[in-house]
């Protein structure tokens, strides 16, 4: 029990760290790439510090893929999930506390439903399908570059399509986080997520199509 603990703090610390830097770079003016990034980088960082813990998915698509792959007890999906929207909403909470008067006020996006629902589970599929193949495989223990490839997968999702057709969430605690803030409505929220778990979803079907272990 006291290990597992340790893996749902972790959870949230890390959510906490990537929700907090979204909103940062999202609501107090950072321009160009900066956000894009920053917010990259912070799942990077995140992943290194807390991926020999928990795993370190900070998104409840990656856990449900990593359930469905093995590398997750199913038992522990849940509260990987509530550990990582908690730490969503706290970072939203802080960040209201300390950028009170300096949050640069923005008008929803109200982005298309298609292009969205594409845009979010196309990327968010990436990201889950980078994270199997490269920090649960026996091919691939003990890698150094994990973390790398999943936080550009973040940054390549974040410049192709985030802010044009989507959110660009890639999950499902982001997209929440997101919502609380304003920056979308909330019915493009409840079909971020559903795009984001599905994305999820598949990516582990993919890993089981693709992957072969190595004797």
Not at 176 to 198: D, E, K, Q
């Amino acid at each position: 029990m006291k290990e597992n603990l340790k893996k749902y703090l972790t959870e949230l610390i890390g959510a906490f760290f990537l929700v907090l830097t979204i909103a940062c770079t999202g609501l107090l003016g950072s321009d160009g790439v900066i956000a894009p990034l920053a917010i990259a980088s912070a799942l990077m960082i995140m992943v290194y510090a807390g991926g020999h813990i928990s795993g370190g998915h900070y998104n409840p698509a990656v856990s449900v893929a990593a359930a469905i792959r093995g590398a997750l007890p199913w038992k522990q999906l849940i509260p990987y999930i509530i550990a990582q929207i908690a730490g969503g909403a706290l970072a939203v909470a802080i960040f209201t506390i300390m950028a009170k008067g300096t949050i640069i006020v923005i008008e929803p996006s109200n982005f298309g439903l298609k292009g969205l629902l594409l845009a979010e589970f196309l990327f968010t599929f990436a990201l889950c399908y980078v994270v199997l193949q490269t920090a649960t495989t026996k091919n691939t223990a003990g890698n150094s570059y994990y973390g790398l490839a999943i936080g550009f997968t973040v940054l390549t999702g974040a410049f192709a399509v985030g802010g044009s057709l989507c959110a660009g969430a890639f999950n499902p605690a982001v997209a929440f986080s997101v919502g609380l803030l304003g920056i979308i409505p909330t019915g493009l929220v409840l079909y971020t997520i559903l795009a984001n778990i599905i994305g999820g979803i598949c990516a582990a079907i993919a890993f089981k199509m693709t992957y072969t272990e190595q004797e």
